[in-house]
C-alpha cells in the first residue's frame, strides 16, 4: 500500500470516528435538548413555565414564565379559565381546561397538542396552557438531521478528497526524485541532477541533497578514471624499461659493476614511479574531497615567510631568493596544501629559472584574504603554452622530467588553489620569466 493511500486512509478512518463520536456526544449528553416529539416539548415547557409562576402578597408573578420558546406558545388563565396573559394563537376553539390534559385540538395554522397545567396557590389557582403545533420539530435535532444527512457526508468527501490531493501533490516530487536518481543509475550518467524546482521544502532539500551527493559521486567516479588512466598511461614507460634493463642485465651483465648500473638504472625508474604514484594519489585524493584538509584562518605572512625558509631547493643554482610579505595578513587556508603549493611553485623557480637569478616570494592581503605570488627571471614560457601548463603530465620539455618532475606539479597548484576557493594564474615572457599567482580569499 503506498504511503498516499495510507495517510487519505488514516484521515478518512479518523474523519468517521471523530463524526461518529461527536453524534454520540450530542445525542447522549444533551439527551433532553434532543427530544424530538412536541408532546414532550410541549409538556416540558409548561411544567417549567408552572414552577415559575409565585403568588406574593396576594398578587400572581409570571415575570419568570416563557411564553413563546420553540414552537410552544403559552399563556396564562385565571382558575375560572379567562385569559390573563400569554401568547395564543389565533383561531383556536376554547375548550375548558382540564389539568394535566394532552389533546389534540384543530384550528389557526392547523392542528396543534394542548396541554394544561393547575398551578394550585390554596387561596387561589391558575391555569397554564400550552400549544404546539404537531408538525413542530426541536431545532436540535433539525439541526442534527442536516448535519448527519447533508453536512458530514459533505465534509467527509471535502476532506478525504482534499486529503488525497494534498498527499498527491507532497509525493509527487518524491516520485520525481525516484524517477530521476533511477535514470541516472540505469543510464549511468553521473552528470544528470534531479533539479527539483517547484514542490514542499522538505523534497526540495532531498533534491538538493541527491543532487550534492550525485555531483559528489561524479567527482569521485572522474579522479578515480582519472587516476587508472593516468597511473596506467605514466607508469607504463619505467615498468618497460625495468623490464628491459632485467633483460639487458640477465643476457650482458658479467661484471659486479655491470649490475650494479642495472640496478641503479632500476632503482631510479622505482623511485620516479614512486614518486608519480604519490603525486597522484595526492591530486586524485584532493580531486575526490575523500582526505580532510581542515581549514583555519590565521597569519599567512608568518606561514609564507617559513615556508621560503624552510624550503631546500635540489639544486640553486647560484639563485637567491627573496621575500616581500606584507605582515600579518590573514587568510583561510590548510597549512599542509599551501605549503605544498608554495614548494611546488618554488621548485619550479628554481628549476626554470636563469642560474644565478633572482627568486621573489610576494605576499599581499587582497580583499579579505590574501594573494601570493612567486616570480622568477628564467626560461619563462610560451604564451601558446600557458594554457597547458596546467594539464596533468604536460611538460615543455619532458626531458627536464628526468630530474624529478612529473609535469603533475601545476595540476596539484591548482587544485589546492581551487580547494580554497581561489585561483591559480600565469604571466609570463619567453625569456624573461614567469610570475605565478595563487589567490586565497575569504571563505
Ligand atoms: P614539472 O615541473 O614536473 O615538469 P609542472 O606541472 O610543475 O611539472 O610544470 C609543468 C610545465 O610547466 C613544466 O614542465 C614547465 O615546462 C612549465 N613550467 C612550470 N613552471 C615554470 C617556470 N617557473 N618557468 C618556466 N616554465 C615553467
Request: aromatic share 8%; charged share 25%.
Amino acid at each position: 500500500m503506498s504511503a498516499k493511500l495510507r495517510l487519505t486512509a488514516w484521515f478518512t478512518l479518523m474523519m468517521l470516528l471523530l463524526c461518529a463520536a461527536t453524534l454520540t456526544f450530542v445525542f447522549v449528553v444533551n439527551g433532553s435538548a434532543v427530544a424530538d416529539d412536541p408532546q414532550s416539548q410541549l409538556i416540558a415547557r409548561v411544567d417549567r413555565n408552572a414552577r415559575k409562576v409565585e403568588f406574593e402578597n396576594g398578587r400572581f408573578e409570571w415575570e419568570d414564565l416563557k411564553f413563546y420558546r420553540r414552537g410552544v406558545s403559552c399563556w396564562v388563565c385565571d382558575a375560572d379559565g379567562a385569559f390573563l396573559q400569554g401568547v395564543r394563537p389565533d383561531g383556536l376553539p376554547e375548550l375548558p381546561p382540564e389539568d394535566g390534559a394532552l389533546r389534540t385540538v384543530s384550528g389557526g395554522d392547523g392542528p396543534y397538542y394542548m396541554y394544561d397545567v393547575y398551578v394550585d396557590m390554596d387561596v387561589t389557582g391558575l391555569w397554564i396552557r400550552g400549544v404546539i403545533s404537531t408538525e413542530s420539530r426541536s431545532g436540535v435535532m433539525h439541526t442534527i438531521n442536516i448535519l448527519t444527512a447533508v453536512l458530514l457526508p459533505c465534509l467527509l468527501v471535502v476532506t478525504v478528497t482534499g486529503g488525497w490531493g494534498i498527499a498527491h501533490l507532497t509525493f509527487r516530487p518524491m516520485e520525481q526524485i525516484i524517477g530521476a536518481a533511477d535514470a541516472i543509475n540505469d543510464d549511468r550518467d553521473l552528470s544528470a541532477r534531479i533539479g527539483l524546482k517547484k514542490g514542499p521544502i522538505e523534497m526540495r532539500r532531498l533534491s538538493r541533497s541527491f543532487d550534492s551527493l550525485f555531483a559528489r559521486l561524479e567527482k569521485s567516479f572522474h579522479a578515480e578514471r582519472q587516476f587508472t588512466s593516468d597511473a596506467s598511461h605514466e607508469l607504463r614507460t619505467p615498468i618497460t624499461v625495468i623490464l628491459a634493463e632485467c633483460d639487458r642485465a640477465k643476457r650482458k651483465c658479467e661484471t659486479k659493476e655491470d649490475f650494479l648500473q642495472s640496478i641503479g638504472v632500476i632503482e631510479e625508474q622505482g623511485q620516479h614511479m614512486s614518486q608519480l604514484v604519490q603525486e597522484l594519489l595526492g591530486l586524485t585524493r584532493l580531486q575526490q574531497g575523500t582526505t580532510r584538509y581542515p581549514l583555519q584562518r590565521a597569519d599567512v605572512s608568518g606561514f609564507v615567510t617559513s615556508c621560503c625558509e624552510d624550503f631546500l631547493p635540489a639544486d640553486d643554482r647560484g639563485i637567491t631568493l627573496t621575500t616581500d610579505i606584507q605582515p600579518e595578513v590573514q587568510a583561510t587556508f590548510n597549512p599542509s596544501l599551501l605549503q605544498r603549493a608554495v614548494y611546488n611553485l618554488l621548485q619550479n623557480a628554481y628549476k626554470y629559472g636563469k642560474p644565478g637569478g633572482h627568486i621573489t616570494v610576494t605576499l599581499r592581503a587582497a580583499g579579505h584574504g590574501a594573494a601570493l605570488s612567486v616570480a622568477d627571471d628564467g626560461i619563462g614560457i610560451a604564451p601558446e603554452d600557458q594554457e597547458k601548463i596546467w594539464q596533468r603530465f604536460w611538460q615543455a620539455d619532458p626531458s627536464r622530467g628526468e630530474d624529478g618532475g612529473s609535469g603533475l606539479g601545476l595540476s596539484m597548484v591548482q587544485e589546492i588553489a581551487a580547494f580554497h576557493g581561489g585561483r591559480a594564474t600565469v604571466d609570463s615572457t619567453p625569456g624573461q620569466g614567469s610570475t605565478f599567482t595563487i589567490t586565497l580569499p575569504r571563505r
